[in-house]
């Protein structure tokens, strides 16, 4: 490390590199109104509002169109392949070299995916490992059955939680995953592909990027891998390709003339806007001004019948109020039909009676009973669902999501109120769509504007390819933002990097995948999107001169936080820090839990299931997750929500509590309609009513509890039971692992204490239980011992947990299934009499190998007794 790189420079310049990022970024919405919208779009100013109108045509798309091979024809299920397909045809199947496609939402750019998939497994002869990777569990899900059903010849997985386990990814021929689980796999080895397929790349602009410029960067370190980027219409194509390592003749951009014609309106809404009230807070409904609603209403209402109609607003909350508005304004003008009603009852019954598309689904009693009551709804009088109308979003029952898409898709329902959910994944093409209102908030960031990938996914919608000549796209803003979303609509947004925001946790991940030194992190950082874009900013330029001071600023932050031993090369991680990197935990989520629990140990409290779910909540994986007051109802959970108490105050003390972390994960286990029995065994009906939304959390919860338990193992921490606890629990969707701790009974344990002088017998000592469950000893009789001998016998091969913690020795875990174990414990010469304490937990099926092979991580001296 240079030594003239001094503290304060490199840590001020971090904190100037990501202050500059910000301002750039922000810097491209503020575009004031007085600045031009683009060339061929027409402005119309209105009292009330701004107008601008921007019309995309369709090219002469039939002239270069590709014939399907022979040999490939039973994999596309049409003749010929379209304009984009079609130029892009050669560059995928003429050679290996990685590829950039821009091309509009709708254009085809997933068959393309299939042909390199397909070139992959000729080239490499049926030995091909191809990842494919997309933004979220929506488009993976419909990614994956696409893939199943026109690959079957292929084994396909469907990759979108956190470690399921009993994979072998080596025989697996696609992993369909997001980047950050890709990121865990690649940085422990676990695969090596051939191919890897980025949908959505201009998610590099977006607060996950830095973690897709990491993978991108660790596939590229392979010399065989090829990697296909597929992206949205961008302005900075070039420096994408460039990124990806795509040639100029392997670089195709497609304006937007190759999609159906499109015509975007713009509203720029003048003095209150669309948002005004909406910044009160998550949850809220944005304060439509009555302009902005007649707006609306105009726009549905006039072709009502004719026109399907996507409406995405930002909260839940909304859809349901905007579909009871629109409903109302509905019956006015299009009086309702018994054909819809009669439409409706026999598809929902179908679905119910598994004979729809839906049947296809895997399906459960609590969805059947979710469609019963989605048909009581819609038949019932002054239904909105009735007229038409229906809402999407987290909170409704994925049944009831997939019966309302495919409801839609032909025609029986003509509107319907959504979340982005509905923008990402699901193949729904309408003749309108309606962004009403373009912020949206996260936990993370409060409100702010949808982001360049959600607003091209919403608008994208609209055009249903081969149904229909045209299509329309309205997008209702502030008039502040006017300008900038005609640029959008007219694809003139340049993708940047958002490394900065992640930088230092970058740093971490990759110095845990074996770039040891500052030489190596450096080689890297120089090849990042961010350092080429940064080439683009005179602002940034400066700060990029050396990127040393910036690789060492972070490894700093990483030291300060305790996960990185020093600087000194080789770089290592500490026990805290392989915590972080085998759970894929942000370094400072580690960091904060290893200090609650130290001030827990200080104040000399007892830490139960609830009070880790509480912990496990402050977690970076659950900032974007809203976050609410617990209701009265919250109180009868198994774990009560303790806002008020000292456990509360002390987590508080080091991070915000997101207390919905813990309702939805008790929430999820009680619908999985198994009882829950209470430590005093008092027995508790399960509760209903656990939605989907209730289940957000559930996937990244157990492995934020391993790291938990991997942490408090590393400090002999009590709260090793209760997280350990709440782990298998999650895992097994059981609460069988929180039922009370049984009887230990008829387990005996002696400790044998040899001295050092020759020919002396041992001294033993019967150790008696103080309850049923728990042994505790102390003994100071005997100075100068030389072995400790614990003999643990338990003739019913019971299964238990066994802690021993020792003046003279290093404290120990042990699993054990056998009838009898001895445990030897060599003692220190010149050690004082001996004090030690012997704790054995019964727990139904505890001692689990995977708690073995975490307690095995953390202490050396650990072994498993069998």
Request: charged letters at 20%.
């Amino acid at each position: 490390m240079p030594e003239n790189l001094l503290v304060p420079e490199r840590s001020s310049a971090l904190g100037r590199w990501r202050d500059t990022h910000q301002r750039i970024l922000q810097t491209k919405w503020q575009l004031r109104e007085g600045l031009k919208v683009p060339r061929g779009s027409q402005r119309v100013e209105e009292e009330g509002y701004t107008l601008v109108v921007l019309e995309h045509g369709r090219s002469q798309e039939g002239t270069d169109q590709r014939v399907v091979p022979p040999a490939l024809k039973k994999y596309f299920p049409f003749e010929c392949f379209n304009a984009v397909q079609s130029l892009v045809f050669e560059g995928v199947m003429g050679g290996r070299g990685s590829i950039l496609l821009c091309s509009p939402t709708g254009s085809g750019k997933s068959e393309v995916g299939v042909l390199a998939i397909l070139k992959e497994q000729i080239e490499k002869r049926g030995r091909a490992r191809v990842i494919y990777l997309a933004p979220v569990k929506a488009l993976i899900f419909e990614i994956t059955q696409k893939l199943a059903k026109r690959l079957p010849f292929l084994v396909t997985v469907s990759d979108t939680t956190d470690d399921v386990g009993g994979i072998d990814y080596e025989k697996v021929s696609i992993v369909v995953t997001t980047p950050e689980r890709y990121d865990v796999l690649s940085s422990k080895g676990k695969v090596s592909p051939t191919l890897v397929i980025v949908d959505e790349i201009h998610g590099l602009n977006d607060a996950r990027g830095g973690v897709l410029e990491s993978v991108i960067l660790r596939s590229m370190d392979r010399k065989d891998t090829r990697i296909l980027g597929m992206s949205a219409t961008i302005p900075n194509y070039q420096d994408v390709a460039q990124f990806i390592g795509a040639s100029p003749s392997n670089t195709f951009y497609f304006g937007p003339e190759y999609r159906e014609r499109v015509c975007y309106k713009i509203y720029g809404m003048k003095g209150v806007g669309v948002q005004a009230v909406s910044m009160q807070g998550p949850g809220s409904m944005p304060g439509f001004g009555s302009m902005s609603l007649d707006i609306l209403e105009k726009t549905v209402i006039k072709d009502f019948n004719e026109t399907r109609t996507l409406i995405f607003v930002s909260t839940k909350e909304e859809t349901a109020s905007l579909a009871k508005r629109l409903g109302s304004a509905i019956a006015r003008h299009h009086p309702q039909t018994t054909k819809r009603l009669q439409d409706l009852a026999a598809y929902i019954d179908q679905a119910i009676a598994r004979t729809s598309p839906a049947s296809e689904l895997p399906r459960t009693a609590r969805d059947v009973e979710a469609l019963k009551c989605f048909r009581e709804e819609a038949l019932a009088p002054g239904s909105w669902l009735g007229r038409g109308i229906a809402v999407h979003h987290s909170g409704v029952p994925g049944a009831v999501r997939r019966v309302t898409e495919e409801l839609l898709g032909n025609g029986v329902l003509t509107l319907v109120c959504a979340t982005t959910t509905l923008a990402w994944g699901v193949n729904l093409p309408v003749d309108r769509v309606v962004v009403y209102g373009t912020r949206t908030f996260k936990e993370a960031a409060g409100w702010s504007e949808y982001t360049l990938g959600e607003m091209v996914q919403m608008a994208g919608r609209a055009g249903r390819r081969g149904l229909s000549a045209s299509a329309e796209a309205v997008i209702i803003t502030d008039s502040m933002n006017t300008v900038a979303y005609t640029r959008i609509a007219s694809f003139q947004f340049p993708v940047e990097s958002f490394l900065s925001l992640s930088f230092t946790t970058r740093i971490f991940f990759e110095v845990g995948s074996g770039r040891d030194s500052v030489k190596k992190l450096r080689e890297w950082f120089t090849r990042t999107f961010a350092y080429l874009r940064a080439q683009m900013h005179l602002e940034l330029t400066a700060i990029h001169t050396s990127p040393e001071v910036l690789v060492v600023a972070a490894l700093e932050e990483l030291v300060s936080l305790k996960v990185l031993v020093s600087l000194e090369e080789p770089l290592r991680v500490t026990a805290l820090g392989r915590a972080a990197f085998v759970y894929y935990m942000d370094p400072k989520s580690i960091f904060d839990i290893d200090r609650v629990l130290d001030l827990a140990t200080e104040a000399n409290i007892e830490l139960d299931g609830g009070d880790i779910l509480l912990i496990a909540s402050t977690a970076s994986d659950f900032k974007t997750l809203k976050k609410e007051k617990p209701t009265l109802s919250a109180q009868d959970l198994p774990y009560p929500i303790k806002t008020a108490s000292a456990v509360t105050a002390l987590i508080e003390k080091v991070s915000p509590i997101n207390y919905g972390v813990s309702v939805s994960a008790q929430l999820h286990l009680l619908s999985r309609g198994r009882a829950y029995v209470p430590e005093d065994g008092s027995h508790k009906r399960d509760t209903p009513g656990a939605t989907t939304e209730a289940q957000t959390p559930i996937s990244s919860l157990p492995r934020v509890l391993w790291a938990i338990v991997s942490i408090a193992c590393t400090k002999l921490h009590p709260s090793v039971y209760a997280a350990h606890d709440l782990a298998r629990a999650l895992e097994t969707g059981s609460w069988r692992y929180s039922q009370k701790r049984e009887d230990i009974s008829g387990i005996t344990v002696e400790v044998s204490i040899q001295n050092k002088q020759p020919n002396t017998k041992p001294t033993i000592l019967p150790l008696s239980a103080i309850s049923t469950s728990i042994f505790r000893a102390q003994h100071t009789q005997t100075p100068h011992p030389e072995t400790i001998t614990f003999t643990i016998h338990n003739p019913q091969k019971q299964d238990f947990f066994i802690t021993l913690v020792s003046s003279r020795a290093h404290s120990l875990h042990l699993a054990l299934h056998s009838s009898k174990a001895q445990i030897r414990v060599p003692a220190e010469l010149d050690a004082q009499p001996s004090n030690f304490t012997l704790t054995i937990d019964r727990f139904r099926a505890f001692a689990t190998p995977r708690l073995v092979h975490v307690l095995s991580q953390n202490e050396p001296s650990i072994q498993k007794l069998c």
